[in-house]
T-cell receptor, first 112, second 112 residues
Framework: DTAVSQTPKYLVTQMGNDKSIKCEQN?????MYWYKQDSKKFLKIMFS???????INETVPNRFSPKSPDKAHLNLHINSLELGDSAVYFC???????????FGPGTRLTVL | EDQVTQSPEALRLQEGESSSLNCSYT??????LFWYRQDPGKGPEFLFT???AGEEKEKERLKATLTKKESFLHITAPKPEDSATYLC?????????????FGKGTKLSVIP
């Protein structure tokens, strides 16, 4: 059983397009996160979402928006993609923050 | 500003050659120091949480320790399968206090 899953695993798209990445967790956790890992492998928090409370890292452009249809899902929508958005995006979840986080396998986004 | 700094950036060891990885932090009111392992092409995998100075935790060949200013990940008699990037992280001290700030990681290579 996959604890945290993401789709797609790879996403290649043109500049200016809008795309979404889906994340689902089956752990019953109450908090979900999105991270960006750049080409230098630096992992940086973008959002956390807990009981409808959204915390946005101040460096995240407003082209990025998380959407949570229910407690088990936190999708990432990106408008007007730019070259600098190319990275690996990880979804994670945890219970009883702060606590150990379980990460998904990542989505490698390439913007051409 | 909350910061987590890891050293060295990369470490090559012969199989069986013990060593330590360092994680120093400047997070006020530390509420946990987390260690993760990341294999290429995968999401980080949780290893340990340490909450107070003097605390130690072990898992197979790994032992994590914590002081008031830094944490060490000791690797005893490593094997090639221990090769990975090791990340440490701490919760932010301010808003979004369950969000983690990660260090840039130490890439460990264990040579047979």
């Amino acid at each position: 059983d996959t604890a945290v899953s993401q789709t797609p695993k790879y996403l290649v798209t043109q500049m200016g397009n809008d795309k979404s990445i889906k994340c689902e967790q089956n752990l019953g956790h109450d908090t979900m996160y999105w991270y960006k890992q750049d080409s230098k492998k630096f992992l940086k928090i973008m959002f956390s979402y807990n009981n409808k409370e959204l915390i946005i890292n101040e460096t995240v452009p407003n082209r990025f928006s998380p959407k949570s249809p229910d407690k088990a899902h936190l999708n990432l929508h990106i408008n007007s993609l730019e070259l600098g958005d190319s990275a690996v995006y990880f979804c994670a979840s945890s219970q009883n923050r702060p606590n150990e986080q379980f990460f998904g396998p990542g989505t490698r986004l390439t913007v051409l | 500003e909350d910061q987590v700094t890891q050293s060295p950036e990369a470490l090559r060891l012969q199989e069986g050659e013990s060593s330590s990885l360092n994680c120093s932090y400047t997070v006020s009111g530390l509420r946990g120091l987390f260690w993760y392992r990341q294999d290429p092409g995968k999401g980080p995998e949780f290893l340990f949480t340490l909450y107070s100075a003097g605390e130690e935790k072990e898992k197979e060949r790994l032992k994590a320790t914590l002081t008031k200013k830094e944490s060490f990940l000791h690797i005893t008699a490593p094997k090639p399968e221990d090769s990975a990037t090791y990340l440490c992280a701490a919760p932010y001290s301010g808003a979004g206090s369950y969000q983690l700030t990660f260090g840039k990681g130490t890439k460990l290579s264990v040579i047979p």
